[in-house]
Nanobody
């Protein structure tokens, strides 16, 4: 079983930046694709970004493309989400997730393990 712990959330003004971290333990981190998802109040969980095991293959939701950057450090078993130019509509609980699958990575059901989430609030 894989354990994931997110951190770095908080309150920020519109236009500001935050960097989320997800520490992973329990299995060989480097073999996993990692994803970030978010869930706003009253809405379904939505895909944000994923990064494959090698780190050179990333993909983003259109709503965050150009503003968010996903990265990973296989030496420290950590995945990051750098969020710039934040907007009030980015307000949500952000979750990281891990999977050994190689396809379908924009879908939540493709991921086997999830963190507990970290709250991001962007004020206008």
């Amino acid at each position: 079983q894989v354990q994931l712990v997110e951190s770095g959330g908080g309150l920020v003004q519109a236009g500001g930046s935050l960097r989320l971290s997800c520490a992973v333990s329990g299995r060989t981190f480097s073999r996993y694709a990692m994803g970030w998802f978010r869930q706003a109040p009253g809405k379904e969980r939505m895909f944000v970004a994923f990064i494959k095991w090698s780190g050179d293959n990333t993909y983003y939701a259109d709503s965050v493309k150009g503003r968010f950057t996903i990265s990973r450090d296989n030496a420290t078993n950590t995945v990051y989400l750098q969020m710039n130019s934040l907007k009030p509509e980015d307000t949500a609980i952000y979750y990281c997730a891990a999977t050994s699958r190689r396809v379908g990575l924009v879908y939540g059901y493709a991921y086997d393990d999830w963190g507990q989430g970290t709250q991001v609030t962007v004020s206008s």
